[in-house]
DNA sequence: CATCTAACCTATTCAAGGC
DNA sequence: GCCTTGAATAGGTTAGATG
């Protein structure tokens, strides 16, 4: 018992989507998009999609690792990075483009929210295949399945941070067995 | 086995729409 | 005007492929 990794145990369980393999001719469009726009907006990303023959979520996560990559990298080798590009442009401004453009909020309906509020209480970690299944019955793409899991999950995290105990009868677990 | 990186995670912030 | 909540972000972790 000395070792807690609740989480770490979910996520063991669940299963995750085959890992994307890009092509060569996939990565040289993808590539030259980020250092263009390393923040493209929704409708570059759809255009990038069906530029590629890909999904939009998947280009959405290429975008999410490069940038931690470059940034890691910046940190580790700060004054390569300064010589190869020239950083001219502040990163102030940088949201203007991404959030001029962003995917329109998706509006669930009750019934729809009332099928996905059973999923999370029956497991808040779905697997790829559970996430789809949930996709096709409410009839949303899985994506916004994932991001709607995703806030889920922490807006309960930081709910149970302000009230540690009032949120347990909320929650009605009706059994966490060990 | 070491390295690379897609997939996934939490935490936080932005912003649309309802009250 | 504030609140709820979907969408986007940063930054960290896990795991599949490859030399």
């Not at 369980?13 to 726009?37: E, G, S």
């Not at 996430?131 to 309960?156: C, D, H, M, T």
Request: with cysteine; hydrophobic share 30%; net charge positive.
């Amino acid at each position: 018992m000395a070792q807690n990794n609740s989480a770490n145990n979910m996520i063991a369980t669940h299963q995750r989507r085959n890992r994307t393999k890009f092509t060569a001719d996939q990565l040289k469009i993808l590539i030259n998009t980020f250092n263009q726009k390393p923040y493209p907006g929704h409708a570059t990303k759809q255009k990038l999609a069906l530029e590629i023959n890909a999904e939009e979520s998947r280009i959405q996560i290429w975008f999410q690792n490069r940038r931690a990559r470059q940034s890691f990298q910046r940190r580790t080798e700060p004054e390569q990075a300064l010589e190869s590009s020239q950083a001219h442009r502040q990163h102030l401004p940088v949201e203007s483009q991404a959030t001029l453009d962003r995917r329109c909020r998706t509006c669930y309906t009750s019934s729809q929210l009332r099928t996905l509020i059973k999923a999370f209480k029956n497991n808040p970690y779905p697997g790829i295949d559970s996430r789809e299944q949930l996709a096709k019955e409410i009839g949303v793409p899985e994506s916004r399945v994932q991001v709607w899991f995703q806030n889920r999950r922490s807006r309960l995290f930081a709910q149970r941070k302000r009230e540690p105990d009032e949120i347990l009868e909320q929650i009605q677990d009706e059994g966490q067995n060990p």
